[in-house]
């Protein structure tokens, strides 16, 4: 542990909601390197309070990369410039003495700005209620080890199931796509013999809502995975492409 | 005085809950679409109820305060869930899981729930199989099970370390399900403020919309409440930055019973603190547990790196001190013994501080292995600190992490107010003064998916409650005292800072209500928390107005309520002269200091009843053990 603080400069977004013109508000802070990155703006927020100025609006809840609520883009990189963590798990030990941060809310015409750095992510879950689910009721499933699943295949299920709905991988695309978090789901059930009998039922419903709420399309630059704090894989995307696919043949075929 | 009838059915244990199904009284398939419950919380308790009332047709309207029903507090849970199934063959039950859970909470809990908890706990992993939650499994593709705290056998299920995640995807799929078919309404960024009781009976409830700021009411036949625990009280815990008392808080205000609320969970391994500016404390998984061995040196002030002291001046004091669980002795136990070693000087470097290391597993079984079984936590503890748990020991100390207090509830998991039914951790009743690791994610379900369903029929159907209109002058009167609490609260413009209430608020608790509680000190506390609550309300400033997004608002409000429940909390603590689970009184202790109950005089669950602002009446529910012998509880 080191006590030598940093002096930083840090150049917030505000705005006042989601009509007004928002700017950027500098802000010198001498912090801890072992705090964290929202420990510091926590800081920042009770010197304003002390001063009876408003207090920067950001989101956050677990503090442990597992909720999602948080996501800044920290000069210009969606959770900060260190890979696989989400913006709260960021710590100050990663800045030098004497930088300029630049802090902004997640960009994306699907994701209006609240007011300051909080936005709305709610098209994520019109998508996911369109149809990431599996159709079972509470009550009359077989037993848990009824049907094997190899372990490979489970890790690979649990791999695309670790996404957190942050959103980073639209705020860091430049079309605004949401093919990262939403083949994440898709890939999740495709993958276990449970997901099976919606699969491709599953697909066309999730990807006609996320069209529908402005997210753009992919253009294969890999932006999302390279800033998706869970590492979910773009071969996701590929998945979920090819179910589209039979999806849409399938239905040509019955409407034929 | 309230009486507490705890409804618990007559007949044999293991028949309460299978007779209890067949005689409750059920509603008309064709009339549950008439039937509006109000479910607040969506976590695993408040999701998977949701879900399954929107199942059987009734009119559901769930409430969170988060932007998205998947980020309530419950997606943080790392270590796994607990069942009885008995797939590894190693000697579980019903029974076991049963005993091992009463015994665990140190024989304060009401034997009939746990129990069902026990019975309910198969069907949950099933249900969840069912869902698509990617569980861990062995290379035959069976469902894999490791080892918790505080049982002898492998009962545990997991998906990674994202066990919590998993299970509440699971229910917040199925929910979003009821979503798609219009059988569940979702109302995200909304904050309950209050419930409406109108002729005793529960009505409805009072939400700050925190968008707009504006006072929403809505009414239902039902009201649940699943809206988690209360370790924020301490400031610094496990619990999400956000998680708060709030909803149980004002329901207690409303006639509710708190029960049991001294009894909190410290939690053994946990990063310790790092400076003043501290937000939250991290859990580091109990599962961790396993295959790392707890140590301090065993010399005092040895400021050495943990490597360079030999093997014979390690004190590995909790296989020292419990031989037959060790490492895996209860979280009471093991967070009691920490503060111990701390107490004693011997804290990792001076630090409130211990070492969990895991040399000897990676010599046995290879550095391969441990990555598979506890990768993403190692690499957690690398960025938060920096250190290598690969190379170095990590450091971990106990924090808040778990309240297994929270409001009475009736074997239909109904609180003293009828129609008010409580669920999750919000309520208090399956853990006794100690939960085991594994079991929140357990109840959370149990509660949601197998219980409330039933029993709230039950109430539907037996009671045959009508539904009040918001326009009711007792909705208006609830509207009115919530717009003049925020009114009050932004006027007072004072100089210290909501956070930094808080902050003393839990200084107070942690130091005199924490892990180790004595008379003079809960005394103390009283009096010091009273002295804060009156600074508070002449001097916090709270920052903006009430038709806006207002965190600081927000912020506000919970604190106001934890400097009201931190006072309840010493009082229950100062009344219980008995050390028992989480509970330890100082003055309570065996020669060798371990935790000494009283079961003559305080084998009850205390239910608090509200009077007034610093005032309960004491109501006491006996604890009657018929099938488990009351026995010191030994992990050695
Ligand atoms: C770090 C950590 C790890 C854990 N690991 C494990 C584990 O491995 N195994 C285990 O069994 N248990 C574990 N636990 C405990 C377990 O996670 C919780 O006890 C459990 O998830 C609680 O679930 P819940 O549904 O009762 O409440 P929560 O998940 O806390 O949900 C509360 C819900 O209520 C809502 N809410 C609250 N107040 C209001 C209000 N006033 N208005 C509107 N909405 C409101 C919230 O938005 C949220 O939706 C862990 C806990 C922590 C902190
Ligand atoms: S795919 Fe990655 S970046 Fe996108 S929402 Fe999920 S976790 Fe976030
Ligand atoms: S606050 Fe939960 S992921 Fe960052």
Request: glycine share 8%; with cysteine; charged share 25%.
């Given at each position: 542990?080191?006590?030598?603080?940093?002096?930083?400069?840090?150049?917030?977004?505000?705005?006042?909601?989601?009509?007004?013109?928002?700017?950027?508000?500098?802000?010198?802070?001498?912090?801890?390197?072992?705090?964290?990155?929202?420990?510091?703006?926590?800081?920042?927020?009770?010197?304003?309070?002390?001063?009876?100025?408003?207090?920067?609006?950001?989101?956050?809840?677990?503090?442990?990369?597992?909720?999602?609520?948080?996501?800044?883009?920290?000069?210009?990189?969606?959770?900060?410039?260190?890979?696989?963590?989400?913006?709260?798990?960021?710590?100050?030990?990663?800045?030098?003495?004497?930088?300029?941060?630049?802090?902004?809310?997640?960009?994306?015409?699907?994701?209006?700005?609240?007011?300051?750095?909080?936005?709305?992510?709610?098209?994520?879950?019109?998508?996911?209620?369109?149809?990431?689910?599996?159709?079972?009721?509470?009550?009359?499933?077989?037993?848990?080890?009824?049907?094997?699943?190899?372990?490979?295949?489970?890790?690979?299920?649990?791999?695309?199931?670790?996404?957190?709905?942050?959103?980073?991988?639209?705020?860091?695309?430049?079309?605004?796509?949401?093919?990262?978090?939403?083949?994440?789901?898709?890939?999740?059930?495709?993958?276990?013999?449970?997901?099976?009998?919606?699969?491709?039922?599953?697909?066309?419903?999730?990807?006609?809502?996320?069209?529908?709420?402005?997210?753009?399309?992919?253009?294969?630059?890999?932006?999302?995975?390279?800033?998706?704090?869970?590492?979910?894989?773009?071969?996701?995307?590929?998945?979920?492409?090819?179910?589209?696919?039979?999806?849409?043949?399938?239905?040509?075929?019955?409407?034929? | 005085?309230?009486?507490?009838?705890?409804?618990?059915?007559?007949?044999?244990?293991?028949?309460?809950?299978?007779?209890?199904?067949?005689?409750?009284?059920?509603?008309?398939?064709?009339?549950?679409?008439?039937?509006?419950?109000?479910?607040?919380?969506?976590?695993?308790?408040?999701?998977?109820?949701?879900?399954?009332?929107?199942?059987?047709?009734?009119?559901?309207?769930?409430?969170?305060?988060?932007?998205?029903?998947?980020?309530?507090?419950?997606?943080?849970?790392?270590?796994?869930?607990?069942?009885?199934?008995?797939?590894?063959?190693?000697?579980?039950?019903?029974?076991?899981?049963?005993?091992?859970?009463?015994?665990?909470?140190?024989?304060?809990?009401?034997?009939?729930?746990?129990?069902?908890?026990?019975?309910?706990?198969?069907?949950?992993?099933?249900?969840?199989?069912?869902?698509?939650?990617?569980?861990?499994?062995?290379?035959?593709?069976?469902?894999?099970?490791?080892?918790?705290?505080?049982?002898?056998?492998?009962?545990?299920?997991?998906?990674?370390?994202?066990?919590?995640?998993?299970?509440?995807?699971?229910?917040?799929?199925?929910?979003?399900?009821?979503?798609?078919?219009?059988?569940?309404?979702?109302?995200?960024?909304?904050?309950?403020?209050?419930?409406?009781?109108?002729?005793?009976?529960?009505?409805?409830?009072?939400?700050?919309?925190?968008?707009?700021?504006?006072?929403?009411?809505?009414?239902?036949?039902?009201?649940?409440?699943?809206?988690?625990?209360?370790?924020?009280t301490y400031?610094?815990?496990?619990?999400?930055?956000?998680?708060?008392?709030?909803?149980?808080?004002?329901?207690?205000?409303?006639?509710?019973?708190?029960?049991n609320p001294c009894f909190t969970?410290?939690?053994?391994?946990?990063?310790?603190?790092?400076?003043?500016?501290?937000?939250?404390?991290?859990?580091?998984?109990?599962?961790?547990?396993?295959?790392?061995?707890?140590?301090?040196?065993?010399?005092?002030?040895?400021?050495?790196?943990?490597?360079?002291?030999?093997?014979?001046?390690?004190?590995?004091?909790?296989?020292?001190?419990?031989?037959?669980?060790?490492?895996?002795?209860?979280?009471?136990?093991?967070?009691?013994?920490?503060?111990?070693?701390?107490?004693?000087?011997?804290?990792?470097?001076?630090?409130?501080?211990?070492?969990?290391?895991?040399?000897?597993?990676?010599?046995?079984?290879?550095?391969?292995?441990?990555?598979?079984?506890?990768?993403?936590?190692?690499?957690?503890?690398?960025?938060?600190?920096?250190?290598?748990?690969?190379?170095?020991?990590?450091?971990?100390?106990?924090?808040?992490?778990?309240?297994?207090?929270?409001?009475?509830?009736?074997?239909?998991?109904?609180?003293?107010?009828?129609?008010?039914?409580?669920?999750?951790?919000?309520?208090?009743?399956?853990?006794?003064?100690?939960?085991?690791?594994?079991?929140?994610?357990?109840?959370?379900?149990?509660?949601?998916?197998?219980?409330?369903?039933?029993?709230?029929?039950?109430?539907?159907?037996?009671?045959?409650?009508?539904?009040?209109?918001?326009?009711?002058?007792?909705?208006?009167?609830?509207?009115?005292?919530?717009?003049?609490?925020?009114?009050?609260?932004?006027?007072?413009?004072?100089?210290?800072?909501?956070?930094?209430?808080?902050?003393?608020l839990?200084r107070i608790m942690w130091n005199k209500v924490g892990m180790g509680r004595n008379e003079k000190g809960l005394k103390e506390a009283i009096e010091e928390i009273r002295q804060?609550?009156?600074?508070?309300?002449?001097?916090?400033?709270?920052?903006?107005?009430?038709?806006?997004?207002?965190?600081?608002?927000?912020?506000?409000?919970?604190?106001?309520?934890?400097?009201?429940l931190g006072e309840l909390m010493a009082l229950d603590a100062l009344n219980r002269n008995e050390s028992?689970?989480g509970h330890f009184r100082e003055e309570y202790?065996?020669?060798?200091?371990?935790?000494?109950?009283?079961?003559?005089?305080?084998?009850?669950?205390s239910?608090w009843?509200?009077?007034?602002?610093g005032?309960w009446?004491l109501?006491?529910?006996?604890?009657?053990?018929?099938?488990?012998?009351?026995?010191?509880?030994?992990?050695?």
């Amino acid at each position: 542990m080191s006590h030598q603080k940093l002096n930083l400069t840090l150049k917030v977004w505000r705005q006042i909601n989601a009509e007004s013109r928002g700017t950027f508000e500098e802000y010198k802070v001498a912090v801890s390197p072992d705090s964290s990155f929202l420990e510091m703006l926590d800081d920042i927020n009770n010197e304003l309070e002390r001063k009876n100025l408003e207090p920067i609006t950001f989101e956050s809840d677990c503090r442990e990369g597992i909720c999602g609520t948080c996501g800044l883009v920290i000069n210009g990189q969606p959770h900060g410039p260190i890979p696989r963590i989400a913006t709260c798990q960021l710590h100050m030990r990663n800045f030098k003495e004497g930088d300029t941060i630049y802090i902004e809310p997640f960009r994306a015409k699907a994701f209006p700005i609240i007011k300051d750095l909080m936005v709305d992510r709610s098209a994520m879950d019109r998508i996911m209620e369109a149809g990431g689910f599996i159709s079972v009721n509470t009550g009359s499933v077989p037993d848990g080890n009824a049907i094997p699943i190899p372990k490979d295949i489970a890790s690979e299920s649990m791999d695309a199931a670790s996404c957190i709905g942050c959103g980073a991988c639209v705020a860091a695309c430049k079309n605004a796509s949401a093919m990262l978090f939403v083949s994440a789901k898709v890939s999740q059930f495709a993958l276990l013999p449970q997901g099976q009998p919606e699969r491709y039922r599953r697909v066309e419903s999730m990807v006609k809502v996320m069209d529908e709420y402005g997210f753009g399309s992919c253009s294969n630059t890999y932006a999302c995975e390279a800033e998706c704090p869970k590492g979910i894989s773009i071969k996701n995307i590929a998945r979920m492409n090819r179910d589209y696919f039979m999806a849409k043949l399938k239905t040509e075929n019955l409407e034929a | 005085m309230i009486k507490l009838d705890s409804k618990v059915p007559e007949g044999k244990l293991e028949e309460k809950w299978t007779n209890h199904k067949f005689n409750m009284k059920l509603v008309n398939p064709a009339n549950k679409r008439k039937y509006d419950i109000i479910v607040v919380g969506t976590g695993l308790a408040g999701a998977s109820a949701a879900a399954s009332l929107g199942e059987l047709g009734y009119n559901v309207k769930a409430f969170t305060f988060h932007d998205s029903a998947r980020r309530a507090h419950s997606i943080a849970a790392q270590g796994g869930i607990n069942a009885a199934k008995n797939y590894q063959n190693d000697g579980d039950s019903v029974y076991r899981l049963f005993y091992d859970t009463v015994k665990g909470g140190d024989f304060r809990s009401r034997e009939a729930n746990v129990y069902r908890l026990a019975e309910v706990s198969n069907n949950i992993i099933d249900q969840c199989v069912a869902q698509g939650v990617p569980f861990a499994r062995d290379y035959g593709g069976l469902l894999d099970n490791r080892s918790f705290g505080g049982a002898l056998v492998s009962r545990t299920f997991y998906a990674k370390g994202q066990t919590g995640q998993q299970l509440l995807l699971g229910a917040y799929t199925a929910m979003n399900r009821q979503v798609n078919l219009g059988t569940v309404k979702l109302y995200t960024r909304r904050e309950m403020l209050d419930v409406v009781v109108v002729d005793g009976i529960a009505k409805g409830i009072v939400v700050r919309n925190m968008l707009t700021g504006e006072i929403e009411k809505y009414s239902a036949h039902a009201v649940i409440l699943a809206t988690g625990g209360y370790a924020n009280t301490y400031f610094l815990s496990t619990s999400a930055m956000n998680c708060n008392v709030t909803a149980i808080w004002r329901a207690h205000k409303k006639g509710a019973a708190f029960a049991n609320p001294c009894f909190t969970q410290i939690h053994p391994t946990c990063l310790p603190v790092h400076g003043e500016n501290q937000s939250k404390l991290t859990l580091m998984s109990e599962s961790l547990r396993n295959d790392g061995r707890i140590w301090v040196s065993k010399i005092k002030n040895d400021m050495r790196k943990p490597n360079d002291i030999p093997e014979e001046e390690r004190d590995y004091f909790l296989e020292r001190k419990y031989p037959t669980y060790g490492n895996l002795s209860p979280r009471d136990i093991s967070s009691r013994a920490a503060k111990e070693a701390y107490d004693d000087g011997r804290g990792a470097q001076g630090q409130e501080a211990v070492y969990l290391d895991f040399q000897e597993a990676i010599n046995r079984l290879g550095k391969k292995v441990i990555e598979e079984r506890y990768g993403n936590l190692f690499e957690i503890y690398q960025t938060i600190t920096g250190d290598n748990p690969y190379e170095v020991p990590m450091k971990i100390y106990p924090a808040p992490h778990y309240t297994m207090g929270g409001l009475w509830v009736d074997y239909n998991l109904m609180s003293t107010i009828p129609g008010l039914f409580v669920a999750g951790e919000a309520n208090f009743s399956d853990h006794g003064a100690n939960r085991l690791g594994a079991s929140a994610l357990m109840q959370g379900l149990a509660d949601g998916y197998f219980i409330i369903p039933y029993t709230i029929g039950n109430y539907l159907a037996g009671d045959k409650p009508i539904l009040v209109q918001t326009d009711h002058p007792e909705f208006n009167k609830v509207q009115k005292e919530i717009e003049d609490f925020i009114s009050k609260l932004l006027s007072i413009k004072g100089k210290k800072t909501v956070d930094d209430f808080h902050k003393q608020l839990g200084r107070i608790m942690w130091n005199k209500v924490g892990m180790g509680r004595n008379e003079k000190g809960l005394k103390e506390a009283i009096e010091e928390i009273r002295q804060l609550r009156k600074e508070f309300w002449k001097d916090v400033n709270v920052v903006g107005v009430s038709n806006d997004v207002n965190q600081c608002l927000e912020r506000a409000g919970r604190v106001a309520d934890y400097l009201e429940l931190g006072e309840l909390m010493a009082l229950d603590a100062l009344n219980r002269n008995e050390s028992c689970g989480g509970h330890f009184r100082e003055e309570y202790q065996t020669p060798e200091g371990e935790a000494l109950r009283n079961d003559e005089e305080y084998t009850f669950v205390s239910a608090w009843e509200f009077k007034d602002v610093g005032k309960w009446e004491l109501n006491k529910e006996p604890l009657e053990f018929e099938s488990i012998k009351l026995a010191t509880r030994s992990y050695k």
